[in-house]
């Protein structure tokens, strides 16, 4: 079987990227929902910066790569390690919210 080429684009605009320290997940039965979020500390509303909606099969494609990804990421540059204030856990309300935290 023939291995065809993908060419991608990518426009300048798009390029910059955005930056987002949270991500929101929803679902339907179709559609997985990403919002890609800045929040700023004690800061009351926080903006999303871009929503990508993809089908259930391509977020779990998304998923493995993303594994992959981070294990090459961590055998080259070591353990990607969650960051705690010195000191314990932060006040409420003072911190950025982490939804993938157990």
Do not use: C, W
């Amino acid at each position: 079987m023939e291995k065809k080429e993908l060419k991608i684009e990518l426009p300048a605009d798009v390029a910059a990227g955005k930056y987002s320290n949270l991500a929101v997940i929803s679902h339907s039965a179709q559609e997985f929902f990403v919002d890609f979020v800045t929040v700023a500390p004690n800061m009351p509303q926080a903006k999303v910066q871009s929503r990508v909606v993809m089908t259930p099969e391509n977020v779990k494609n998304l998923l493995f790569a993303l594994r992959d990804n981070i294990a090459k990421y961590e055998a080259t540059f070591g353990e990607i390690e969650h960051k705690v204030p010195k000191g314990g856990a932060p006040k409420s309300g003072s911190d950025i919210p982490n939804p993938f935290q157990a």
